[in-house]
């Protein structure tokens, strides 16, 4: 199998390549670097569109130099200029033609250093890959030669949730790490002068608190009874917003996260709902974001 790295023309690349190489040596697979250029106009149409598409063509070929030259040598990667009609487009043929099982992207040049931000070929890749999608956050950077040390997932005890978890641990089991289950209780700050309402609101988040509390036992002892069954652990992180609740569960380098797809969208499909892009764009880890599958 492969991982595909989505390389943007652009320079600023170095956070995608560094999460591609480590998740292809943790995962013990080959790397296809591949960045996407329209194809050609057809032959005639104008010396500018012609001088456009030789522009395009040299912006391709500087990127694939940039990846080769910080590409580490001890993951097998190969490099390609596929030719589409968009990038989306392009990568998404490369990884049913290659046969790909994970799709690595960066984040937006807008964004926050150290938190995943989308650009608009990323919005588009959330809403219809038929394979995960790995974001890295804006200035990743890992050590040479290291490996995932383990995984974490986003857990909210919904529908669907339990199998989410059961897929994290096979992430887990193939990467030869522990799985930690976690989930985030988001209480705003409220005014000294809300009263019984913000008591009343405190009361409920501890109760969610405790029902989660259950519904991660439970899956907990499903993951416990798999045949290959990783380390396991539950955590909840609690805070006035995403970024603080995220925060408090604690993390260390080699970790990642991963989140599950909407149950609104399309089955076989990443679709990222609005609650799982708020624990996206508050992670201080790389992400990866998993289809729905029945």
């Excluded at 990642?256 to 499909?269: E, K, M």
């Amino acid at each position: 199998m492969t991982v595909l790295l989505g390389l943007p023309r652009r320079r600023g690349a170095n956070a995608a390549v560094q999460l591609a190489a480590q998740l292809a040596r943790s995962l013990d697979e080959d790397l296809l670097v591949c960045t996407v250029v329209p194809a050609p106009w057809p032959a005639g149409v104008g010396h500018i569109d012609a001088e456009y598409q030789q522009h395009l063509d040299e912006a391709a070929a500087e990127a694939i130099a940039r990846a080769r030259a910080i590409a580490p040598d001890d993951v097998a990667t190969t490099f390609h200029v596929e030719r589409a009609r968009s990038t989306p487009t392009g990568l998404l043929h490369v990884a049913e033609r290659t046969g790909a099982d994970l799709l690595v992207l960066g984040s937006a040049r807008a964004g926050g250093i150290g938190r995943v931000s989308f650009g608009g070929v990323t919005e588009r890749l959330l809403h219809s890959s038929h394979i995960p999608v790995a974001l890295a956050p804006r200035g990743f950077r890992c050590r040479p030669a290291t490996r995932v040390t383990r995984v974490t997932a986003a857990f909210g005890a919904a529908e669907g949730s339990d199998g989410f978890v059961l897929a994290a641990a096979g992430m887990a089991v193939r990467l030869h790490v522990p799985l930690r289950v976690a989930s985030f209780a988001v209480r705003p700050r409220t005014p000294l002068t809300a009263g019984i309402g913000s008591r009343a609101e405190s009361s409920l988040v501890e109760a969610w608190i405790s029902d989660v509390g259950r519904a991660q036992h439970d899956v907990l002892d499903r993951v416990a009874a798999l045949p290959k069954a990783p380390p396991a652990e539950g955590v909840v992180g609690r805070g006035t917003d995403w970024d603080d609740a995220m925060e408090d569960v604690g993390w260390d380098d080699g970790d990642i996260l991963t989140v599950g797809s909407s149950s609104v969208g399309p089955i076989a499909r990443v679709f990222l709902g609005s609650r799982s892009s708020k624990i996206v764009r508050s992670s201080p880890v790389p992400v990866v974001v998993a289809p729905r599958h029945e």
